[in-house]
């Protein structure tokens, strides 16, 4: 026994040789969970690091950047390749003659800007010309063999294929079209690839140019559009048959709440005044009086 106040004696001899140091613990004990550097596991074999995990991913990042580099290259290639975009005012102006109709059409209107940005392609203002995840998107519906994908083609992407790749839909041509984008991109102004868009985009009933169908279709140039009539022309350039209001009414009222819809989505017009513009009268001229309009002092000369 020990006296009060004395520490006990260790009576194993190699521990009574220990002289324990600040945050050191008994010789030969070790933490619940942990091993000792060196040590063995049972077996005599040391653990094993996940080595053909490392080379699986290392192998992974060298061909994903061996992908990319080629999607670069491919890119580059496409970008020499492809026509020059100061081409494209050329181009739209030999397409309105053709049309019979006259270029430069007038001014884009507010209106009408709002109502396709917000329906086509709500980040047109910030993009490069194209949407990058929908570009991928697509490629990868022709890689699957599902062909052309609908939807997710920017404001310019679809300039550019009216201008250069008229009717075609491969993958060749929507991969000329990217790289068309990107050039018009960086040669006009959002403002100019607006005004050419406006110029040359068909809204059915022989209507090609915003001039030429707001004068058709309601007897007014562009710059006196309703909300309403803005809207109707904004969502008739996603499928001009279809959306003809003239011979759909129903489909074109129908795509008409949807641009509208969206015009509330981008907080230009609150929910209250896309509900009234909705309920106004579409104003529409019939086709025998469309005609009538084109030329007059008060829409103006859209037809050559």
């Known amino acids: 026994m020990t006296s009060r106040g004395q ?29 000792v550097p060196g040590a063995t596991v049972p077996g005599g074999q040391r653990p094993q690091r996940p080595r053909r995990l490392r080379k699986l991913i290392r192998r992974a990042m060298a061909a994903l950047g061996v992908l990319v580099f080629l999607a670069i ?34 001014p884009v209107p507010a209106r009408f800007a709002e109502a396709l940005v917000a329906t086509e392609d709500h980040r047109f203002y910030q993009d490069p010309g194209i949407d990058p995840i929908a570009v991928g998107r697509v490629a990868l519906g022709y890689l699957k063999g599902d062909g052309p994908q609908q939807g997710g083609a920017t404001i310019t992407q679809q300039l550019a294929k009216m201008l250069y790749t008229p009717g075609q839909s491969s993958l060749k041509a929507e991969a000329k079209q990217v790289a068309l984008a990107i050039k018009l991109n960086w040669t006009y102004s959002k403002a100019q690839i607006l005004q050419l ?20 279709y309601f007897g007014v140039p562009p710059a006196q559009l309703t909300w309403s009539q803005a809207a109707m022309l904004a969502g008739a350039v996603n499928g001009p048959s279809l959306y003809d209001p003239l011979t759909h009414p129903v489909q074109a009222r129908a795509r008409e709440a949807h641009v509208l819809s969206r015009l509330v989505a981008t907080g230009t017009l609150t929910q209250s005044q896309a509900s009234a513009a909705l309920a106004q009268p579409l104003g529409l001229v019939s086709p025998q009086l469309a005609g009538a309009t084109q030329g007059t002092p008060t829409c103006g000369t859209t037809r050559t």
């Open 7 to 35: 520490a006990p004696e260790w009576t194993d001899p190699e521990l009574r040789a220990y002289r324990a140091q600040s945050a050191d613990t008994v010789p030969g004990t070790t933490l619940p969970g942990t091993t």
């Open 73 to 106: 290259a491919g890119f580059g290639g496409l970008l020499l390749v492809t026509p020059s975009a100061g081409q494209a005012q050329a181009i739209a102006q030999a397409q309105d003659r053709a049309h019979g109709v006259a270029f430069p059409g007038p």
């Open 197 to 216: 868009y406006a110029d040359v985009v068909y809204f059915g009933q022989n209507y090609y140019g915003l001039g030429t169908a707001s004068c058709g």
